[in-house]
């Protein structure tokens, strides 16, 4: 009985897109995003990782920002740009830091697709390489679009959660390829909305993005998804705490 009652109260898990960002002073994968979404309670906080062509890793959504192609930029032109909170879009070293100062904050690490396998599987070999370094990997989850990339990160992280972001996969493909689970957006997991018991049942895990509405929320909610990502965290939480009551 008591199992079934905690069993039902499980709610998902609040993790904060790009950071928390939609704040005052912050700003989509800054450091800011990433101290206001540990601030703010979130479970996890997202962030996108490029390869830059001098091989660095750098934190930022935008492949095109700010007039700088990142992936055939150097570091030092990458990150001079200056972001609307008034910080520098910060390299990987510089996000890690920041992130070993909030240790209960997940991190949810997105690699971005590059133009080549090479150029990608350099990217997954340098963010295992980092991780490693700053003694990371108990505490990320790995996602991406690219498929390459997740294969590779599966291959190098066998005890890494790695979840597919491009909602193209079954449950049952992504259980045989040793994901973790699916990391879809809430417009796949409405037209498939089988998947998230398939997932449960196959054992996997489901996280849905972007979700910032209320009725959104509350759909996912009541469908049993695991983590929902936001860009208003805090208004997750909020709609949580009304259906927990
Ligand atoms: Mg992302």
Known sequence: MAFSILESMAQPKVIAHRGYWKTENSAQNSLTSLR??????????????????????????????????????TAMVATAIVLSNGEHLPTIDQYFSEALKYPDLRLILEIKPLKTTEREMKAVELTVAKLREYRLLDRTDIISFSLDICKEAI??????????????LSPQELKDLNFAGADYNGLVLKFHEEWIKECHNLGLEVNVWTIDNKPDMRYFIEQGVDYITTNYPEKLMTTLLTIGQ
Request: glycine share 8%; charged share 30%.
């Open 155 to 168: 291959r190098l992280l066998p005890d890494t959660k790695v979840y597919y972001l491009n909602g193209d």
């Open 36 to 73: 206001k979404a540990a601030e703010a309670g979130c479970y996890g906080s997202e962030f996108d990782v490029i390869l830059t062509a001098d091989d660095e890793l750098v934190v930022n959504h935008d492949d095109k920002f700010k007039g700088v192609v990142i992936p055939e930029a």
